[in-house]
């Protein structure tokens, strides 16, 4: 039985926010809380359940971890971690692709850079400046980090001006949905980009972390730009909301740490049980054709909100995103934190950040639950005072 603390702030480092509800079953799309209240989950947690909350099958597979081996040491190999090897290297078609399971989305892209330098030389590397990297390392966002060398989105005379032959890799994460609340930079641009690196022998590490596992209605986000990554971490949604991430790295990147390996030491490395979880994603995934039908009902999703548009062009500027990685922007923050808190009380759980609203919802969520939330954005904005009628 989950009860509510009587102090919520109460034991718990506040690094991210303070909320003050508890919750309590999470299923599907459906959250419910402490107090009996009930959600629809369009953030997927933090954009992790894309099969939404408590899959079965997924579930099923942890169980099973946990009473033959969830975790082992160094001494061992481990079938499910082989197998999800071989899995990821067919979803990426990176045939002799090897890869490591670690715990974060972080660490999976803070390896890969680290492999990146080592294998160049080179201590610098590249990112794009809509796109978030890592909470700590080599891709944290600080001021003082002078090895990530930011290149302004969309912007092909910025390409040029990079000093390429300093950087050890381009880091590619194509959704932009944290630091700019969804952006898709333009092909032409990602396109030059990846050309000026590869010129410059800066390796292609592409962030799947939020953009992986048919988020933006393919696979992965990379898949829309027609490149190949030759070295892509993935996290939050290969295990459903059960931490497991990859770094997966293509057979010219295995072959140069065999002949230059890196040592590296993390408890949680292909640990069985994150593998399990993560096989068992993969498969509900191919089997639900989940990957297309988020993506049918992230066209649906998107064209209700350019009707909402359509209708109340002062509040609502811009829609934006693909598949199920959607935004709404309105005419102010103000506005889109009121937006937001009236949707939460009225069950409908969206991201909010500056003037944007977010959309990220299990990609097994359906129109009529779009179609609701989207009503009560709706509503929310001609409650707005002066709202037109
Ligand atoms: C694009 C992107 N990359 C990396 C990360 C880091 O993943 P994690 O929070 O699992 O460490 C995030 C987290 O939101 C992300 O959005």
């Not at 080592?118 to 700590?136: I, P, T, W």
Request: glycine fraction near 10%; charge should be positive; include cysteine.
């Amino acid at each position: 039985m989950i009860s509510e603390p009587a102090d919520h702030a109460h034991g718990i480092l506040p690094l991210y926010g303070q909320p003050e509800r508890v919750l309590a079953r999470a299923r599907g799309c459906r959250l419910v809380d402490a107090q009996g209240r009930r959600y629809v989950d369009f953030e997927s947690g933090v954009w992790a359940a894309n099969l939404g909350h408590a899959h079965p099958a997924v579930n099923r597979a942890i169980r099973r971890s946990l009473t033959t081996v969830m975790h082992q040491g160094y001494a061992f190999r481990s079938a499910e971690a082989e197998t999800l090897a071989a899995q990821l290297a067919r979803l990426h078609g990176l045939p002799g692709a090897r890869s490591v399971f670690l715990s974060s989305g972080s660490e999976a892209v803070n390896l890969g850079l680290q492999i990146a330098m080592q294998l160049s030389g080179r201590r610098r590397f590249v990112r794009l400046d809509s796109s978030y990297l890592s909470a700590f390392g080599y891709g944290r966002l600080a001021a003082d980090n002078d090895q990530r060398i930011d290149l302004r989105c969309d912007d092909l005379a910025a390409v040029d001006a990079v000093p390429w032959h300093e950087a050890a890799a381009l880091v590619l994460e194509v959704g932009g949905a944290s630091l700019e609340v969804v952006r898709f930079p333009h092909e032409d641009f990602v396109a030059r980009a990846v050309e000026a690196a590869r010129r410059a022998g800066a390796r292609l590490v592409c962030n799947e972390v939020t953009t992986g596992f048919g988020r933006t209605g393919r696979w992965f986000g990379y898949q829309h730009y027609g490149l190949l990554p030759q070295l892509v971490a993935c996290g939050k949604a290969l295990g459903n909301g059960y931490p497991v991430s990859a770094l997966t790295v293509d057979a010219e990147v295995a072959a140069a740490l065999d002949a230059q390996p890196l040592r590296y030491a993390q408890s949680h490395q292909n640990d069985p049980g994150g593998c399990a979880a993560a096989n068992a994603v993969i498969e509900a995934l191919e089997a639900g054709d989940w990957v297309a039908r988020g993506a049918a009902v992230g066209e649906h999703f998107a064209a209700r909100l350019a009707a909402l548009r359509q209708h109340r062009p002062q509040q609502v500027l811009e829609v934006r995103g693909r598949g199920l990685m959607l935004a709404l922007q309105l005419a102010d923050e103000a506005l889109a934190q009121r937006v937001a808190r009236r949707l939460f009380e009225r069950g409908q759980v969206v991201g909010q950040r500056g003037a944007s609203l977010r959309f990220m919802p299990p990609l097994t969520v359906t129109k009529a639950m779009v179609d609701t939330l989207v009503r009560e954005i709706g509503h929310a904005l001609d409650a707005e005072p002066g709202a037109p009628r």
